[in-house]
């Protein structure tokens, strides 16, 4: 189960240990701070209500925390048919790879990482 703190100063990153983008952004990562919590999709459980803030912390619509370039995704006919926010939450919970990652967390924002050295770009670090 994961949540996030709400107004908490702590740092999570959420990655998927699978990706190599998501690899080398943690390394990165690791280099400005050792306090980051690191959350790999592989390995948690993602609830509902993670995927909710997450969303609202990012901005995006419920769609947008889709990775939609995965390619395993692209070959599900399922997936043309989403259409409601709850299916696409239920999507992530029950295939975390799907999740666009890696994603950086801190108090009440959250920005999806491209490259690793988007990180330079954020103040907070």
């Not at 390995?43 to 909710?52: I, Q």
């Amino acid at each position: 189960m994961v949540m996030i703190e709400g107004g908490s100063s702590e740092m999570i990153f959420v990655y998927n240990s699978k990706r190599d983008l998501d690899k080398q952004a943690l390394a990165y990562i690791s280099v400005f701070s050792d306090k980051i919590v690191k959350l790999d999709v592989q390995s948690s459980v993602l609830e509902h209500s993670f995927l909710v803030d997450l969303s609202s912390r990012l901005g995006v619509g419920y769609q947008d925390l889709v990775d939609h370039e995965c390619e395993q995704l692209k070959s599900q006919e399922y997936y043309l048919h989403l259409s409601t926010p709850k299916q696409y939450i239920d999507l992530i919970v029950k295939h975390p790879d799907y999740l666009k990652t890696p994603v950086l967390i801190y108090g009440d924002k959250a920005h999806f990482i491209s490259k690793e050295t988007d990180l330079l770009q954020l103040s907070f670090l």
